[in-house]
């Protein structure tokens, strides 16, 4: 199916239709327009206007602020002039400033924004007002660039190679771009009209301008932008871009005595080829994906998985393309659910905790990985990505993980202007399982799904929806497993669902339907409807914490961004939400309110509260398989406060509290921060999380007496954890950076109070949910958490697209099943005792281009 797709995919790409070699569209009513001149001699990149092309050029200007007064004149002028040639478009921006002393600096490394003030080039190749690049500069010459899609969603992963050069002078500063159109995707023709924009930001004012003119409070970003004509005969390239890299890791290893050391080294390589102007193949061969950041500590005591944010370059780039997201509540922040989690591919072996010891694999290689995107002249955009992981080995030539394919197609077709769309989405797994591992994995996965939008009335309103499902296949033992997880707990002894120890595949399907206000005036709502079927399952290449749910959610919010006597901005969201088993069981109904204030003097105050698990609601996940225990309401509060971020010190404060079960369970989080810029060249940020956790209803486990009967145990959970992180970056210059995150992390607990589920868990009266309860002799009562993870980097862009890291990872981390009673600054004392894991990475990779 999915080769037949592609297939389908290529040939539309390479269709060009008799309109594309006409004249440019000409600019709808309303639309400003800029016009783009062929350059005969190229312009030097100096940052200077002193080149012929720009004498030729037209200007253009007209900026309106958006930021903090949407619609008012711009404090200082802003002019700009666009050039091409066969392979570039050029771009000069002129930003008067009557005090250019004044002009806020800030050298930080690529991608990262500083307090500066900054030009921001709006480009949508396609003119489709949905997808296009953001190219920023600051006064510096520090670069950021992100791939926009859906109108305004940014992909930061994104690192294109292109020049910018600007300059400090007596009017103000400068840019001058050089973008190749290489690095751009865009129809095929012999003319074209760009979508196009440009955005500056005043720091010291907290100013933000644009031409043409953007209004936050319509909704959409891409569709707001103007044109840009006169681009015509530029050369539709082919070009292929090779990134081969070296790699050397010297890591620490189990010995029989204690601790020893090798040395690994590989090679790979990364290419993208521009297959046609609209279409880009991305290949990766033995890929390195050795993390510049590391995964924050946490210690889990909850039934779900932890998500982890991608890191890895490949995944990273491009991950809007193939996003489909589950559970969504508020059009625009759906969270992390969806049918593409790509942490998946080359996960820690998933068989390592049941086969593996202290030298085996941390994750699973990936032999190969490539994707095809791309977007056909009638407004099909599609991506298709393709891995194979091979088999890890174990002890005794055990399987940790089996050799396994993992294959996504994702299209959407954009209709009316980008205002609405439809798409579809496949995933697969296939794993090549053997007796090791054919008893525990699943050897497929296969999901199928189609979603819709329609934008109207101006773009202000949006009706959204989705209908997907899924298919696993596998042993009997495989299934059971999978009908006995925390996502779908088949097995609950009062639940409307039928364990099936003989069923050798699972199914199910997924629906949402949204309706929402997301533009035009003050005022913003939405209304969600979700529903997942017991048998829904997405987590071989998706990420969902539970199925056997449904919910119906609420939005509301007020947007006051006009400055007053006190604020420059006001927030205020209201939302409420209600939750079911899909046999009809409450699960959540509850309230929240929250407000953010920017004041005038740029500080923050961010605060709310959430009043839950109202009105007799349940836990059908709290006993892990056993009966739905009821649960009593709850109240949160919370609040942060925030420093004015132009500042050399930027302070913040969040705290957070929770009170339940009538007073038993009680939580407490204290989190302050600290932004220093010691100068423009040294940053870092240190914080520290504290909380405090009294939890009456911590599940213990589940223990089955000689009778058979199973025994649910509850406890009442101290909890004690203290987390510290550092953050430092030095930017010698913006493509020479050293960076250092650090984290310990402390957490230690004690369960007392030691009781099972009554035989009514259901019950109103909280003592009547438990009945006394001694669990066998062994089972641990404590716990201690220790761990540290640092990174210290050192990343040199040494020419355009070509790096070399130098990497050194540091980590230890220790358990025990007792506490000891002292001090956090003991047990931060033994935390640096323990016997460190290092990893050193030397990487080069260097970028070639035909």
Known sequence: MVPVLVAVAVAASLQVPMAASASPKMPAAGVRAAAAVRAATPPVIDGRADDAVWREAPAEGEFRQFQPTEGAAASFRTEFRVAYDDRNLYVFVRAYDPHPDSIMHALTRRDVRGPSDQIILLIDPYNDHRSGYDFDVNPDGVKRDYVIFDDGNEDDSWNGVWDVATSVDSLGWTAEFRIPFSQLRYAAGTTHTFGFGIWRDIERYKERVAW????????????????LAGIGEIRSSRDIEVT???????????????????????????????????????????????????????????????????????????????????????????????????????????????????????????????????????????????????????????????????????????????????????????RSLDTWSANSLRRSAYVAGGDFRHRFRDG???????????????????IASTQRDAAHAYQRPDGELHFDSTRTSLAGTSQELLFGKYGGGISRFETAYTRQSAGYEVNDLGYLQRADQQTWDTWAAFNFMKPHLFYKSFRWNLNQ??????????????????????????????????????????????????????????????????????????????????????????????????????????????????????????????????????????????????????????????????????????????????????????????????????????????????QLVSNSVMRWEFRPGSTLFLVWSHNRSASDDVVSGRSWVSQYRDLFQLHPDNTFLIKFAYWLNR
């Not at 995964?295 to 489909?324: C, H, I, K, S, W």
């Not at 088999?391 to 209709?415: C, F, H, I, K, M």
């Not at 309103?461 to 296949?473: D, I, M």
């Not at 009105?615 to 942060?640: E, T």
């Open 212 to 227: 043409p003119e953007y209004r936050p409070t319509r909704a959409g970003m891409v569709s707001q932008l103007g044109q």
């Open 577 to 786: 939400w209600n939750g079911w088993t899909t046999a009809g069981l409450p699960l959540q109904h509850g309230f929240n309110t929250n407000i953010h204030v920017n004041f005038r003097n740029n500080w923050w105050l961010h605060t709310g509260g959430t009043i839950g698990q109202l009105g007799g609601v349940f836990c059908d996940r709290c006993a892990r398989g056993g009966p739905a225990l009821r649960v009593s309401p709850q109240i949160s509060p919370w609040m942060g406060i925030s420093g004015d971020d132009r500042r050399v010190i930027v302070p913040g404060l969040w705290l957070s509290a929770n009170r339940a079960d009538g007073g038993r369970s009680r939580y407490l989080d204290v989190n302050p921060t600290a932004d220093l810029r010691v100068s423009t060249r040294l940053e870092a940020t240190l914080g520290a999380d504290i909380s405090w956790n009294e939890d009456d209803g911590q599940w213990l486990g589940n223990f089955a007496d000689a009778a058979g009967a199973t025994h649910y145990s509850f406890a009442h959970l101290s909890q004690r954890t203290l987390s510290l992180s550092a953050q430092a970056s030095y930017t010698v210059t913006p493509e020479l950076t050293l960076q250092f995150y650090g984290q310990p992390f402390v957490s230690t607990g004690t369960y007392t109070d030691i009781r099972q589920l009554s035989a009514t868990p259901h019950a109103a009266a909280y003592d009547a949910r438990f009945a006394p309860y001694t669990p066998p002799a062994g089972t641990g009562t404590a716990f201690s958490n220790w």
């Open 244 to 430: 081969p890299y070296v790699l050397s890791r010297n890591v620490t290893r189990t010995t029989a005595t204690g601790f020893g050391r090798g040395q690994e080294q590989t090679a790979g390589a990364d290419l993208k080829y521009g297959v046609t102007p609209n279409m880009t193949l991305d290949a990766t061969i033995n890929p390195d994906f050795g993390q510049v950041e590391s995964d924050p500590a946490v210690l889990n005591l909850t039934a779900f998985e932890t998500f982890l944010q991608e890191r890895r370059p490949f995944f990273m780039e491009g991950t809007g393309v193939y996003r489909f997201s589950l559970n969504c509540y508020i059009v625009h922040d759906c969270g992390n659910e969806g049918l593409f989690y790509s942490r998946r591919i080359g996960r820690s072996p998933q068989l390592r905790g049941l086969y593996g010891d202290g030298n085996s694999a941390q994750s699973t290689p990936i032999l190969a990985a490539g994707k095809l995107t791309g977007r056909t002249p009638g407004g099909l955009n599609y991506g298709v990505l393709d891995a194979v992981t091979d088999r890890v080995d174990g002890p005794q030539s055990s399987t940790l993980e089996p050799r396994t394919n993992y294959a996504v197609l994702r299209a959407r077709q954009d209709l009316g202007k980008g205002r609405s769309g439809f798409g579809l989405i496949l995933t697969a797994v296939d």
């Open 460 to 478: 202000q309103y949006q009706v959204s929806g989705s209908f997907t499902a899924s298919q696993v296949a596998g042993s009997a033992a495989a």
